[in-house]
């Protein structure tokens, strides 16, 4: 079975703070991995990462993956109060497989002004 | 183009009931998902389907019923409502036959209280 762990569990920060979420996983083989912001109502995408040690970048936002440790890690700069969000992560198992795509527990970030 | 549609948004149950959460897409896409989310638990697959007359379970099935009679409803139903099944409800689409990618449509969620 996929295991997914999001660390920590909770953050509080205040604006401007610079942050980092991790999620580490134990999966056999996989296609890609998946990371979400959520604000109360649905999941919405940001980033697919595919390839061990290349960085994914949107404004302020950027991910990486490292394939041989086993993690990702999220990090958004100069936090806003708007990106107060539960951010989940996510494995993607390869095609063809039975397997399904397996959520994180989530990091509940808030941001204070 | 609606996207996923899930009814309702909000629902009280006395535990003991049955109710169906109901979720149509108007995408054509082959594969649709029911998730539940828990504080602190993320988003656990319920049941799933690649497509018209193809369930199967996912990862906490117990308590719920599907179908898929149709490409674009795949029904949730709860027989006996436990307190254990308050929970938020997300019910998702992609075009592809399974969850991949940026190519997940979620609804907006059904809020279910078992009192």
């Known amino acids: 079975e996929d295991k997914v762990v999001q660390s920590p569990l909770s953050l509080v920060v205040h604006e401007g703070d610079t942050v980092t979420l991790n999620c580490s996983y134990e999966?056999?083989?996989?296609?890609?991995l998946l990371w979400y912001k959520q604000e109360k109502k649905a999941p919405t995408f940001l980033f697919m990462l595919?390839?061990?040690?290349i960085e994914k970048k949107s404004g302020r936002l950027s991910s990486i993956l490292d394939k041989k440790e086993l993690f990702s890690i999220l990090n958004i700069t100069a936090t806003q109060t708007g990106d107060s969000a539960v951010y989940l992560c996510?494995?993607?198992?390869?095609?063809?497989?039975?397997?399904?795509?397996?959520f994180g527990s989530g990091t509940q970030l808030t941001v204070l002004p | 183009n609606a996207g996923v549609t899930q009814t309702p948004k909000f629902q009280v149950l006395k535990t003991g009931q049955s109710m169906t959460l109901q979720c149509a897409q108007d995408?054509?896409?082959?594969?649709m998902s029911w998730y539940r989310q828990d504080p602190g638990m993320g988003l656990r697959l319920i049941h799933y389907?690649?497509?018209?007359?193809?369930?199967d379970q996912g990862e906490v099935p117990n308590g719920y019923n599907v179908s898929r009679s149709t490409t674009e409803d795949f029904p949730l139903r709860l027989l006996s409502a436990a307190p254990s099944q308050t929970s938020v409800y997300f019910c998702?689409?992609?075009?592809?036959?399974?969850?991949?990618?940026?190519?997940?449509?979620f609804g907006e969620g059904s809020w279910l209280t078992v009192v």
């Open positions: 999966v056999t083989n996989f296609r890609s």
């Open positions: 996510a494995v993607d198992p390869p095609s063809g497989s039975a397997r399904q795509l397996t």
């Open positions: 595919t390839s061990s040690g």
């Open positions: 389907s690649v497509g018209a007359g193809i369930t």
């Open positions: 995408m054509n896409h082959e594969y």
């Open positions: 998702a689409s992609s075009p592809l036959g399974r969850h991949s990618g940026n190519t997940i449509y």
